[in-house]
């Protein structure tokens, strides 16, 4: 669905929910929200109160640990541009810019059948 306007459809869905986990994959960065998966496959940047961090230099590894437990208050798309999600002062961002990208996706979103109730399950890809 990406560059579609139902792309905002699904960062939607994450206003209101926990992050409950972030992953480090061979190739990508995930924020997780029991069941429902955000997948930086490009390189995530972000700020964590006054600090910026941008995956995968500095203390990235240690920052994004403490999105753990937050509630994602909104969201942000710019095509072309990034996505991001925000909980408070905090946001965790994905790059979707050409040249951030490490092949011909930057991110997923991926919600399984039943993470969300009478809901199907749908991945938006950007």
Known sequence: MAGTACS????????GREVSAVSFVRDSVELHFDGMVLRALADPFGLYGCSGWRFPKGNAL????????KVI??????????LAVDSGEHR????????????????HLVIPE?????????LWIW
């Open 8 to 15: 905002h459809e699904g960062l939607a869905l994450l206003v």
């Open 73 to 82: 208050d909104e969201y942000e798309l710019l095509p072309d541009r990034f």
């Open 114 to 122: 039943d993470a969300i109730e009478g809901r199907q399950r749908a």
């Open 92 to 107: 965790f961002a994905v790059p979707l810019d050409p040249d951030s990208r490490k092949g011909p996706e930057a991110a």
């Open 62 to 69: 240690v920052v994004m640990r403490y999105y753990i437990g």
